[in-house]
């Protein structure tokens, strides 16, 4: 009896975040370990709560997008076609086919900028210091190209209800092609590094499984929902823009573990300079923009819809109530971090505390979508 | 001139002391700029010419800065705690051998002393982790028992191999010994295994288990500052260098290997300077690809570390001294079977990976 | 190991690759045409005064308040030098505040507002703000440094 | 903004911005949502609900080529589960719930859809009393409901009954106020002027 009271042992809580180097960004979680084994994961989010949606209801129908930029912060052209769709089908309008495939270009270019930064901060939480300078050597690239294009880096403000800010810019379809070939060697650069590495493959194979039923249970999507086996991809089960004509494969794991979920981006970036390359090819000249009234007289009819896209992130959806008036009434941005980051308890079951910062980096979460 | 036995035993130890301390600025620097180029940076340019002061500027900025101590931390332990994890490394330098006559004290005994030596600054991570009273660190404090107990082991092992097939613990006769050919190419599933094992000595990357930034945030260290963190920072790359001064010793041939002077060729100063020069590339050589490996491997796991230390490298060490023990007896062509050995051992590790 | 062995062969070839970074401050790459960094206050050389009538709209868009407009009567309208009736009194933007969105520009009905490629503007003050002497001083290093016509097609697009 | 407008009109003396042609608006009909054709996968799920629900009080219409269905609070429980068990539905993906404040009541909107089938749902409930807007939480059906419940109560003060967990989740725990509520106001950000401070800098 005295020997078993005096070897209880006591679980120990350890707060992980906000300001924590894995958390990326201010995530916080109080994991409970006991020795190097996680027992239970209390998160906490709302540190990066900037009131998005009070906000909006505050501002015009086209200024909202600069907020749409700042919630996922690493993928904002496909915040901001997500939010242009919903208002043209609100307007009744159809953007002209060039801003159409400046869209799908700049969505997908942004698709693989997103994907190298969790390549990149993945690669930082298992251990390894260069992924993380590799996939930003990449990432600039694709930034400048961006610059040019928009004339910002992150926080773009580029499609409009109807089309684009502005046409691209000079010589844009002869720089990108150009540049095309060093994205894939970048990409193949990354895969070389890391994929094949016994240190990485033993951090990562079987570390944080997922089947795939509690994944849709939990309504988790994108490259985490697919590396779980469910080829669900927004593009191809609820089609927008010109995605129903383009080729391009939707690449599913097996096992739902981290390594499965890192090959799913990798993956995804291969297929996004395929989708790039083919809307390279059939780029048309014409009239960047449907005519919409213009600030003071922008209205949308009362209505109200579900638009959603595939994010790198996943299923990125916004719910638009239109009252009539020159402000959304109500703008409802369903995260797909958010989403994601509701199956971490159970991922982090029985794992330790060291596979607690991979499967995290695994989910790929941007707290400032989490948190808007 | 010959001083006598003690004078000359302090002159020595006050120049080897010195060396060290020139040798780590040297290292940090080394790696920041091989890290750097690794991924395609500059690394320090500002302090000086393409930044080589940079390491002395950041030394004399750790000299100055606050000393902390946390208030809940036990004082003493926290406070002792990186000297006796600098003291046992540098305890080591007294008898590695740059030449056979630069070393401070060539012991009989030299590789027992470093085997005890190097395992007892495990003592002072622990007094760091516990002291800190700070989750991360007593974390990071038990994780750097475990590891530098474990792998104690493996490393110990492997270079009895050396032990072994030479007869003998002196260094400076290991080194004599391999004149004609190193001891890398008759041991190489021990070279292998010590590399693997003096890497999680040092807790570098892929086994920087202990410090790991994105789990423990720096484990032991995480409430040091100042003074007693560089202190730290001072005993990881002497160690480094001492560790990669001992391989070079036992296995790449010292500053014998493979530019031996010829009894007559060189004499003097001149001997002296060819073998510490060998010597140095040699080490440098080591330590860069320590460097190398750190920019390239993401870092594993605790439980798959002790495994990977009791499941794998114990038992191949086992077999390099049961090959080389039988080299001994029945004559040194059986060492080839070390090479098989090492293909065995690389082929385990796939297929460890891949479960 | 072979893994092992492929990524030390990478970053054995990336080893030998010139640097992509550069010494920021002595160094800077190149912005694009169209970067956008703080706005800066156009200068109407033909009639030497500002474009701008102080009509506060970029102030009642700018999301995140950073703009102070005021407006008053602009003499030169009295001798008959201008045909602005209105000119602006007091411009100041909070360039601490500033997240260079470009509405003003693109709601600015005189094309007045420009953004410029300034952004190194980071400060020891929470309250950086540019009054009008550094707004024009702005565009004015702008326009000799790019030479963007005024009527750049951005603006009016919102 | 709207009030904000107002308050700071500027002065009559404003030259008038230059005329630009105003695009015709769309003609005149049916809101925007129902202009679009039915989607077929919708067409035949109201099919199906048209025969299979009559016990569940609803009210439905096509919205944007989607079927959305409005419903009593006391029906959800009922409803919800047979969108999740009845074969034909298998709804086993809840997309988004959102909370959207009218003022004179509150409606809890819930997007389905469904990975087997291919279809899509809209489920609304109107809730009336502004003041104590309760509901049943779907929590059990779907475990993706929590957070995005917890957010709704927390941001539109509806009480999710049944909610295993209802802490607040983005706001402070103190926060007594329900942001997204049409009644609370923004501050106005730029109410106070800061003083210039002129830098003194090389341009």
């Known amino acids: ?372 | 001139m010959t001083l006598p036995a003690d004078i000359d035993a302090l002159v020595r130890l006050f120049v080897v002391a010195n060396v060290v301390l020139l040798v780590v600025l040297v290292l940090i620097y080394i790696e920041r700029k091989v890290l750097a180029h690794i991924q395609q940076r500059l690394g320090p340019m500002r302090t000086g010419f393409h930044g080589i002061l940079q390491t002395p500027a950041d030394a004399i900025k750790l000299l100055i800065k606050e000393d902390l101590t946390p208030q809940s931390a036990d004082r003493w332990v926290f406070q002792l705690a990186p000297f006796l994890v600098f003291v046992p490394i540098f305890m080591m330098f007294v008898t590695i051998p740059f030449t056979g006559e630069l070393v401070v004290r060539n012991l009989d005994l030299g590789i027992f002393y470093l085997v005890a030596f190097s395992s007892l600054h495990v003592v002072g991570l622990l007094m760091a982790g516990w002291g800190s009273d700070n989750k991360y660190a007593l974390l990071g404090g038990v994780r750097a028992a475990a590891q530098l107990i474990s792998f104690e082991l493996p490393l110990a092992f492997a270079i009895l191999g050396v032990v072994v097939w030479s007869g003998s613990l002196n260094l400076k006769e290991i080194v004599e010994l391999q004149t004609g050919i190193p001891f890398l190419l008759l041991q190489p599933l021990g070279v292998l295994i010590f590399l693997v094992a003096s890497l999680a000595e040092l807790s570098r990357t892929p086994f920087d288990i202990p410090t790991a930034e994105s789990e423990v945030i720096g484990g032991p260290l995480v409430e040091y500052s100042g003074m007693r963190w560089s202190i730290f920072m001072l005993a990881e790359y002497a160690s480094l260098f001492a560790t990669a001064a001992i391989a070079a010793a036992i296995y790449l041939g010292g500053w014998e290997w493979p530019f031996a002077p010829r009894a007559g060729e060189l004499d003097g100063w001149a001997a002296r300077l060819a073998g510490v020069t060998w010597f140095v590339i040699k080490t440098l050589g080591l330590i860069i690809l320590v460097f190398w490996l750190r920019g390239t491997l993401p870092r594993l796991r605790i439980d798959q570390l002790m495994g990977f230390a009791w499941k794998m490298l114990i038992p191949f060490s086992f077999i390099n001294l049961i090959i080389t023990a039988a080299a001994v007896v029945y004559g040194g062509v059986i060492l080839l079977a070390g090479w098989l050995a090492t293909g065995g051992f690389a082929y385990a590790v796939y297929i460890r990976s891949r479960r | 190991m072979l893994g092992v062995l492929k990524g030390l062969v990478t970053t054995w070839k990336t080893h030998w690759r010139a640097p992509v970074t550069v010494q920021y401050p002595d160094e800077r790459l190149p912005l694009q045409p169209r970067y956008m960094g703080f706005p800066g206050l156009m200068w109407d050389a033909e009639h030497d005064e500002p474009f701008c009538t102080g009509c506060q709209v970029c102030m009642r868009y700018c999301p995140t308040g950073c703009m102070f407009v005021e407006m008053k009567d602009n003499p030169k309208f009295a001798t008959g030098e201008s045909k602005r009736r209105k000119i602006v009194a007091d411009f100041t933007i909070n360039l601490s505040r500033c997240i260079s969105c470009s509405i003003c520009v693109e709601v600015c009905n005189f094309e007045a507002i420009e953004m410029t490629h300034h952004h190194e503007r980071a400060g020891y003050y929470p309250d950086q703000v540019a009054g009008l002497p550094t707004l024009f001083q702005m565009s004015a290093d702008h326009r000799a440094g790019v030479g963007q016509k005024p009527g750049h097609e951005t603006r009016n697009l919102l | 903004m709207a009030d904000l407008d107002e308050q700071s009109q500027p002065t009559p003396s404003e030259p008038a911005p230059p005329a630009r042609p105003v695009p015709a608006r769309a003609p005149a009909g049916p809101p925007p949502g129902e202009r679009t054709p039915v989607k077929p996968t919708a067409q035949a799920l109201a099919d199906h609900l048209a025969l299979a629900w009559p016990d569940v009080e609803h009210h439905a219409r096509f919205n944007f080529g989607d079927i959305e269905l409005t419903m009593p609070a006391g029906q959800l429980l009922a409803a919800v589960e047979r969108c999740r068990n009845d074969p034909a539905l298998a709804f086993d993906y809840l997309m988004c719930v959102s909370g959207v404040d009218y003022e004179t009541s509150i409606e809890v909107v819930y997007h389905l859809y469904s990975y087997q089938h291919h279809h899509h749902l809209t489920l609304k409930v109107t809730l009336a009393d502004c003041d104590r807007p309760t509901l049943d939480s779907v929590t059990a059906i779907w475990p993706a409901a929590d957070w995005h419940e917890r957010e709704a109560a927390e941001m539109l003060g509806i009480t999710f009954l049944g909610h295993p967990d209802p802490r607040p989740l983005l706001l402070d725990d103190d926060v007594d106020e329900h942001p997204l509520r049409r009644s609370h106001q923004l501050v106005a950000v730029y109410a106070d002027r800061p003083g210039i401070v002129e830098e003194p800098d090389d341009d």
């Not at chain 1, 800010?165 to 150009?178: H, M, W």
């Not at chain 1, 849709?216 to 609820?238: M, N």
């Not at chain 1, 060291?354 to 707290?367: E, F, K, P, W």
């Open chain 1, 1 to 372: 009896m005295t020997t078993e009271r005096a070897l209880r042992t006591v679980d120990m809580h350890i707060n992980v975040g906000p300001q924590h180097p894995a958390t990326h960004g201010v995530f916080r979680m109080v994991l409970e370990v006991d020795g190097e084994r996680v027992a239970g994961c209390t998160p906490y989010i709302g540190y990066l709560h900037r009131g998005f949606e009070k906000l909006a209801e505050n501002e015009e129908w086209q200024e909202v997008i600069i907020h749409l930029d700042r919630t996922d912060y690493i993928s904002q052209f496909n915040n901001e076609l997500c939010y242009a769709m919903g208002m043209e089908r609100l307007l009744g309008v159809e953007p002209p086919e060039r801003a159409e495939y400046a869209r799908v270009i700049l969505a997908e270019l942004n698709r693989i900028v997103s994907h190298m930064m969790f390549y990149g901060a993945f690669g930082a939480d298992v251990g390894a210091l260069t992924p993380f300078l590799y996939a930003f050597r990449e990432r600039e690239r694709l930034q400048r190209l961006f610059e040019a294009v928009s004339g910002a880096r992150l926080m773009h403000f580029y499609f409009r209800a109807g089309g684009l800010k502005e046409d691209l810019p000079e010589g844009f379809a002869d720089e990108l092609r150009r540049m095309l070939p060093a994205v894939q060697h970048g990409i193949d650069e990354c895969d070389r590094l890391l994929t094949q590495n016994e240190v990485f493959l033993s951090r990562t194979v079987g570390v944080g499984k997922l089947a795939a039923s509690e994944a849709i249970a939990y309504g988790c999507s994108g490259p985490v929902l697919r590396a779980s086996g469910v080829r669900e991809d927004v593009r191809r089960s609820d089609p927008y823009s010109l995605y129903p004509t383009l080729d391009f494969d939707v690449p599913v794991g097996k096992n739902g573990d981290c390594f499965d979920r890192y090959w799913v981006r990798l993956a995804e970036m291969r297929e996004s300079v395929r989708i790039v390359q083919q809307c390279l090819d059939r780029l048309p000249e014409g009239p960047i923009r449907t005519p919409v009234p213009r600030y003071p007289h922008f209205r949308v009819e009362p209505g109200e819809i579900y638009v959603h896209t595939e994010n790198p992130r996943g299923d990125y959806g916004l719910y638009l109530v239109s009252k009539g008036g020159v402000q959304p009434y109500r703008v409802k941005l369903r995260s797909p971090c958010f989403c994601n980051l509701m199956a971490l308890g159970p991922m982090l079951r029985d794992s330790y505390l060291a596979d607690a910062v991979v499967i995290l980096g695994s989910l790929d979460i941007v707290l400032g979508e989490v948190d808007r």
